[in-house]
């Protein structure tokens, strides 16, 4: 008797198992889309992304969007695993540095949809020429889509500068991280000039708009190496002086707050002078202050006495790809929904300034009506454009490969510990990337 | 036995066997072939023989510094392990009121482990702002750079490691209750110290729980990942840069499926040397009750 009754659960559990998912799916009426819908971010912008989804799914009751997000750290690593398996969200947030490496692994299996294809559905009038051939369009195919643009943006804390009488908008070098650095050390040797980054961080930044300003060149043309040895340890000699007179934290702490550099309790308790970001990294970088908030601003950017070229770019913000694993009806809903977001004043306001300046021009002023285009991104972005228009990180953005970044965060690592020379960081870095280039170079262009 | 029985029998284990096949014997199966290859995710695999494992014997420049990270991590994580698991598995093993409830205390961080979550919590309680130095301070030490120097780093993340003892303790325990009381009245009468008791007799019948331990640990301390991505990232300088971090960062990082499987097939069979050559010599440090 109790076997049997056993057998029978047993039956019944399978049959529910096997016939929850059909039941569940069933539920949904013939003509429903699901869409999963991904980014990564910082609350101020998940609360942004969701309040649009939900908006857009009151006004299309036929489309059901799940938000996936996250924090930045392993977003990649995730997204990767997942359209490796097939099982991608239908539309997710890409970066246009990874474009490059999606459209060559499309040659044997495609990443993401042609967004050509649904040209009916976008409206491309919001886009200035040029901008999405530069950024986002490879081998004649649009993997993505930008609803904004970005740049680079430092935030300042009044509470710190003010005590060595910071004129905010002055034009600054980068002999001026140590000139205010001594002065607040003067102060308090518990103040920091600078908030910091992580090694990897400062390796695309620091080290490399040194660099460009220096040279004027980008980081590499024909996969080699722009910068001779002498440019390159003048660059590490920077960076260790740059610890040495401690312009940050010790790197080791900076290290512990890689990706969320507003966490650190000298930002949070008003210690440190200026943090580093983007336009779209203002608001969180701003909350993060706390008691301090209202004494938040911009600064300009640092460039070199006779610079070559300012290194800082105005970029496209965050871009939206479709997942090659989409149905078609679920692509069309995707992009329905992307544009809708790139181009409804409505969605503009409800996305605030969370992903950068809207591109489209009816969304910016759609802000500007309800009083939301925050003063300190309006002027960081004028910074920015006033800084001129720079060769970031160049080309293909090799210097991002997770290769050349490595060799980049370790040497800094040890001349910041200083357990390397820069002479030899200088020499060890032109050789390892220069050969890990070849590398890049014979898989790109096999 | 009946035909019957043996097929009943087979039954009985075939969802195990199933499961084995499946999420076992498979993938074990398919990262060996694909350590031959050059698979990277997006590109189909193609054979290039043994091109992975010459690449990490002698060009990669962080597969051997990696490996003797781990090796510093395993030698000082291991034995303060099993050292504090025995002490705690000591104090357990007496008449006292509340056992069971000193023991399940002991055993709590066990089942937390080395979590991302408390991994996370480390990382807050010994930072340079952290917990500890907070305490430090209000003693008059200066802070100590736990996470933040190269000397010191390594060390803290065993500390997470070795906190999570209990497993290690219950297993020692279950050995202490077995040792018989009358070889310590024995040696009682003969006059011997509680530490000459315990190196002549706790220690030499405790041989097989310690060396099953030793095994354990070893293989699990090789495979360390959590504590030293989430709370240091392998920094700073490469001084916390496991092998696993090393494997993860080829397999989600720069996507080489193909050499991380090559690296995994290359730590399997360092671990494997290893743990042969610990039996083989075990006859010499182990003893086994007749």
């Known amino acids: ?446 | 036995m009946n035909k019957k029985r043996i097929s009943e029998g087979y039954l009985y284990i075939l969802p195990w066997i199933i499961g084995f096949l499946v999420f076992g014997a498979f993938p074990l199966g398919t990262s060996l072939y694909y350590s031959f290859t050059n698979f990277s995710m997006f590109n189909r695999p193609k054979f290039v023989g043994f091109a992975n494992y010459v690449q990490l014997l002698t060009k990669d420049r962080e597969v051997w510094p990696s490996m003797w990270v781990t090796f510093k991590y395993v030698m000082m994580a291991v034995p303060m392990k099993l050292i504090s698991a025995l002490f705690f598995a000591m104090l357990l093993n007496r008449k006292i009121k509340f056992i069971n409830v000193f023991t399940t205390i002991y055993y709590l961080p066990s089942i937390l482990g080395a979590s991302v979550s408390i991994s996370i919590l480390w990382r807050f309680m010994f930072s340079l702002h952290g917990l500890v130095n907070n305490i430090l301070s209000k003693i008059h030490f200066q802070p100590i750079p736990f996470l933040e120097d190269p000397r010191y780093a390594l060390f803290t993340l065993t500390l997470l490691v070795v906190w999570s003892f209990g497993s290690s303790m219950v297993i020692f325990l279950a050995g202490l209750k077995q040792i018989p009381r009358e070889l310590y009245e024995a040696a009682r009468v003969d006059g011997s110290s509680r530490v000459r008791e315990f190196f002549s007799i706790t220690l030499p019948m405790l041989s097989p729980s310690i060396f099953f331990n030793l095994i354990m640990q070893l293989i699990n301390s090789f495979q360390s990942f959590t504590g030293a991505w989430v709370i240091t990232h392998g920094g700073p300088v490469k001084s916390t840069y496991l092998f696993m971090m090393k494997l993860y960062d080829e397999a989600f990082g720069n996507f080489k499926m193909g050499y991380a499987s090559a690296l995994s097939w290359f730590l399997f069979v360092f671990i494997f040397i290893g743990t042969f050559l610990l039996f083989k010599k075990s006859n010499k440090f182990v003893y086994y009750q007749e």
């Not at chain 1, 990767?80 to 246009?96: I, K, V």
């Not at chain 1, 993060?288 to 970029?315: C, F, H, W």
């Not at chain 1, 800094?412 to 200083?418: E, G, L, M």
Request: charged share 20%.
């Open chain 1, 1 to 446: 008797m109790k076997k049997r009754f056993l057998i029978c659960l047993m039956l019944v559990l399978s049959v529910s198992f096997v016939f929850a998912q059909g039941n569940t799916e069933s539920a949904q009426k013939s003509g429903d889309v699901t869409l999963r819908f991904s980014w990564w971010g910082g609350d101020s912008r998940h609360e942004a992304y969701m309040a649009a989804a939900n908006r857009y799914m009151e006004l299309h009751p036929n489309v059901h969007i799940i938000c996936e997000y996250s924090g930045w750290d392993g977003y990649k690593e995730k997204l990767y695993t997942q359209l490796a398996g097939g099982n991608a969200p239908q539309l997710f947030q890409n970066h246009y540095t990874w474009l490059g490496e999606q459209s060559n692994w499309s040659g044997e299996k495609d990443v993401v949809k042609d967004l050509s294809q649904y040209k009916d559905l976008i409206d491309w009038s919001i886009y200035p020429e040029g901008l999405l051939e530069s950024n986002v369009i490879y081998n004649g195919k649009t993997l993505a889509l930008p609803g904004s643009l970005n740049a680079n943006a430092i935030v300042a804390n009044k509470a710190v500068l003010d005590k060595i009488g910071f004129d905010y908008n002055q034009n600054w070098t980068f002999d001026g991280f140590f000139k205010f650095s001594q002065q607040l050390k003067a102060i308090d040797p518990n103040l920091y000039f600078e908030n910091g980054m992580s090694a990897t961080d400062i390796h695309i930044f620091w080290f490399l708009a040194y660099l460009v300003q220096k040279t004027g060149l980008p980081f590499a043309t024909d996969y080699v190496l722009n910068y001779s040895v002498s440019d390159l340890t003048e660059a590490f000699t920077f960076l260790q002086k740059y610890f040495t007179a401690g312009v940050t934290e010790p790197l080791g702490t900076l290290e512990l707050y890689s990706g969320n550099y507003s966490q650190n309790p000298k930002w949070v308790s008003g210690e440190s002078g200026i943090l580093f970001g983007m336009l779209s990294t203002i608001d969180t970088y701003v909350n993060a202050l706390g008691d301090y908030k209202d004494q938040a601003t911009v600064i300009r950017l640092p460039v070199m006495e006779g610079s070559k070229n300012p290194y800082y770019q105005v970029k496209v913000g965050q871009i939206f790809s479709v997942a090659a694993s989409a149905t078609d009806k679920e692509a069309e809903e995707a992009v329905k929904f992307l544009n809708w977001m790139n181009t409804d004043e409505e969605a503009g306001v409800l996305l605030k300034l969370s992903r950068g300046i809207p591109i489209s021009q009816a969304q910016n002023d759609a802000l500007s009506k309800a009083g939301l285009m925050n003063p300190m991104v309006v002027q960081a972005y004028q910074y920015a454009k006033d800084a001129g228009s720079g060769l970031g990180e160049g080309p293909g953005a090799l210097i991002r490969n997770n290769e050349i970044s490595s060799i980049g965060s370790d040497l800094i690592s040890k001349v910041a510990f200083n357990m390397m020379s820069p002479e030899d960081a200088a020499k060890e870095y032109s050789s390892l990337v220069n050969s890990k280039l070849k590398d890049i170079k014979v898989a790109q262009t096999k």
